[in-house]
């Protein structure tokens, strides 16, 4: 361990890494946890499921693919290079984001991004009335399943964005995709400026069509969360070198929701802790904050100057290195800050925070910290995507060095390996990994879907989640 390493949480709150391995079996496990998830699901569905401690060790998958703990399967939906149901190209590369709908009849929508930059190696499909610019090779996809699980389309839900991440979903049955890019028009070859969020309809793309939704803000989007009683979006901004990220709020002028109504406009602003310029220096689990302040962006589409370097008066603003994954549980947004490096001008040391804010209370508190154990020195392992599980705790999607995991956080604190990626891209004597990305459940509970970034694959996974 660095003699610079963070401190995560007091020994009796914390899971060493020796435990860890010794409940999944899973070799190079370095992830701790500490805090405690109690307040995460309280009022929510998941806070009167059990939440045990995993499923046991995963077992070797012989073909490849997939490592998964007894008893569970999966089931690969759709592969990278493969041809579209639809006839409209290929698969796109690069799976990320990912949202699971309720359809009719027992239907899913699965709404999946395709992080593709201007060099990405399977664009997204062009297609007229869904393609915002020509040049964008990212977008997103759309697939419907059965009642069954078996897939029974497949087709281009929007075209011609670039580095769609993540995203969110809206309580009114939309997707709402991010492009993490600030790139203008006449950049790596683009027609149109770049850094907006789009509105996808699963069911009819073309009822949304390839709109940005300029009014949200134009810089490295990640995800969003809607509360569903205020209709206000929450943003994340992904932005790891210095100046880092903001924490975004936004007002619609139609808050009852809707597709479409996003487009109507509303004020976006910028999270204020008072005190508090960086996120990274607050390392206690439980440490809270009140009287958040929301500081109107006086520029929003970023015309001159990146939003995180514009002027918020002389109080500042408050930045956080790296921030990704956004949900909304019970009355609060969740957000989770992948890393934070002093060496790269953070505050502090930190290898993922999650953190909670109540608008209610306008109170910010520190809900979970992840961090090196004492006795590892295997940088790198953050959490990324995140989401709630039956089993009444968090999945989290590992985005760091070495062998890549979904790894289960139950809601004693307790960690635990769920899914392991076997798909080597590099030799025997260097494997390479790829990322995990877009965690979610089904709207029943009973199938997990989750992408391998590289080479793209999208898993549905099924077993005892319940158990």
Known sequence: MSE??????????????????ARTGALGVSIAFAGNLTELFAGTAAAQTLGHAGYGPLVPDPDGLLDLPEGFSYRVLSREGDRLRSGEGPVPSNHDGMTALPGRGGRVHLVRNHENRADGRVPVPTVTGLTYDPAGKGG????????????????????????????GPTPWGTWLTCEETEDRAGTNGYTKDHGFIFEVDPSNPYASGAVPLT????????????DPKRGVVYETEDAFLKPFGLFYRFLPNQPRGGLGTLRAGGRLQAMRVPGVPDL????????????????DVPDPLAKQTPIRLQDFGPKGITHAQKLEGCYWGGRSVYFVSSFAHSAEGSAADHYGQIWRYDPTERRLTLVIVFGPDTDVQLPGESPDNICLAPSGGLMVCEDGNGAQHVYGVTRRGEVYAMARNAQNLGTPEEPEWGEFAGVTFSPDGRTMYVNCYTPGTTFAVTGPWRK
Not at 215 to 226: K, W
Not at 283 to 293: R, T
């Open 4 to 21: 610079n390493a963070p401190v995560t949480a007091s020994e009796s709150g914390s899971t060493t890494r020796r435990q860890l391995l």
């Open 140 to 167: 997103c996809t759309a697939l419907t399943l059965d009642r069954h699980g078996h897939v029974l389309s497949e087709r281009v839900a929007i075209a011609g964005t670039a580095v769609n991440c993540a995203g």
């Open 215 to 226: 009014a949200m803000g134009r810089f490295q989007h990640e995800a969003i969360a809607v």
């Open 280 to 295: 990274s220096s607050i390392q206690e689990p439980g440490a809270s904050f009140g009287n958040i302040e929301w500081v």
